[in-house]
Every structure is written in C-alpha cells, then in structure tokens.
Antibody
Framework: QVQLQESGPGLVKPSGTLSLTCAVS?????????WSWVRQPPGKGLEWLGE???????NYKPSLTSRVTISIDKSKNHLFLNLRSVTAADTAVYYC??????????WGQGTLVAVSS | QSALTQPPSASGSPGQSVTISCTGT?????????VSWYQQHPGKAPKLMIY???KRPSGVPDRFSGSKSDNTASLTVSGLQPEDEADYYC??????????FGGGTKLTVL
C-alpha cells in the first residue's frame, strides 16, 4: 500500500521560506488524480493548503495563493511544498496527503515545522 | 471560506451511539456530496472514516456511518468502543477547486 513520508527543516526563520518534500512509496504519483498538503497548528484544526495533479495542475487555498507553491517530480515520485514569507502563524504539523476533496485517503505521518528566530 | 461548524465535544458510554454534526452552507455541505470524516488520535495523522457523505473505506468498521440533510452532515458511531475516543473532523468541497474543514469534535468515551 502507498506510504507518504514528509521531510524538511524543523525550524524556519520569520520571513523565510518553508520547503518540504514528500516521498511517495508503494505506488506512483500517476496512480491518483490529486495530491495535497494539509497543515495543523499545535492544538488546532486542519487546514488545506493546496493540491496538485500528476499533470502538474495546482489549486491553492485562496488566502495563501500569493505565498504557496506545490510541485511534483514524477521521476522521483516526490511532492514538494514551498511556503514563502512565513510568520509564527505558519508553525504547524504539515501533512502530505493522497487525494483531493472527494477524499483524503492516505496521510503521511506529518512533520512539525516551527517558525522562530 | 468559513470553517464548517462542529460541536467542540461529544461523549457517550461504551456500547452507546453518538452523533456528531457538521454544519455548513448551501455553497459547501448542501451543494455537493463530497463530505468526508476523519478520525485523529493524539499525536497521530488523521484517518479517513467516511467519504462522499456515507461511503466507508475498506477496513473501517460498519459502526461508523455518515449522512447528510440540507446543509448539515452527520457522523454516527454506534456501539461505542474505548478506541473510538479521538478527535473527528469533517470536510466538504466548496466549489472552485476549494474546500473547507470543520473545527473538530473531541469524542470522549465515558
């Protein structure tokens, strides 16, 4: 079965860029229609950041469109997240997720990213 | 897009049934049959429990069921078990390649 593993720096400075990688194993990015990033601030609820299709079409949460970019590398079976101009409000556990709004059916274990100087 | 409204908490005794509501608008819950429910235990990733309002992924016990009426979706857990104690989140497609999650409900098994 497919597994997702997020990786990246656990600490990012304010105004910097948060960059995460999601490695997909046990399946291919081409197998599904959408792949998403979802985050969860400590003690709070889930927030969808955006999604990307195997063809590279991306959709983003409207309030984050100016700061977020999601991309894929099908040759490596990897998914990427870039979030620019971060503040403390971007501190969260970031999840790589297989699926879109019809269903988010497989989640990575998540990675905690703190924004602090 | 405002978050879907869920009660902060719900509870029930083992063996009982509990229903968690998820209220949106005609632009999200009421407008599409793309409502999902997720279970999250502390420190763990969310797990898909219900999708497209009432469908259960393989491996999810049939004690979990979903429904929708107008702008409100519901998750019912029947025959509550101790391992059902967790946070539950609903989500809905809201059109224009966008969607929204609920604020979450903490389910306590008494």
């Amino acid at each position: 079965q497919v597994q997702l593993q997020e990786s990246g720096p656990g600490l990012v400075k304010p105004s910097g860029t948060l960059s995460l990688t999601c490695a997909v194993s046990g399946g291919s990015i081409n197998d599904r229609g959408w792949w998403s990033w979802v985050r969860q601030p400590p003690g709070k609820g889930l927030e969808w950041l955006g999604e990307i299709s195997p063809s590279g079409t991306a959709n983003y949460k409207p309030s984050l469109t100016s700061r977020v970019t999601i991309s894929i590398d099908k040759s490596k079976n990897h998914l990427f997240l870039n979030l620019r101009s971060v503040t403390a409000a971007d501190t969260a556990v970031y999840y790589c997720v297989r699926g879109g709004w019809s269903k988010f059916d497989t989640w990575g274990q998540g990675t905690l990213v703190a924004v602090s100087s | 897009q405002s978050a879907l409204t869920q009660p902060p908490s719900a509870s029930g005794s083992p063996g009982q049934s509990v229903t968690i509501s998820c209220t949106g608008t005609s632009s999200d819950v009421g407008g599409y049959n793309y409502v999902s429910w997720y279970q999250q235990h502390p420190g763990k990733a969310p797990k898909l429990m219900i999708y497209e309002v009432s469908k259960r992924p393989s491996g999810v016990p049939d004690r979990f069921s979903g429904s929708k009426s107008d702008n409100t979706a519901s998750l019912t857990v029947s025959g509550l078990q101790p391992e059902d104690e967790a946070d539950y989140y609903c989500s809905s497609y809201a059109g224009s390649n966008n969607g929204v999650f609920g604020g979450g409900t903490k389910l306590t098994v008494l």
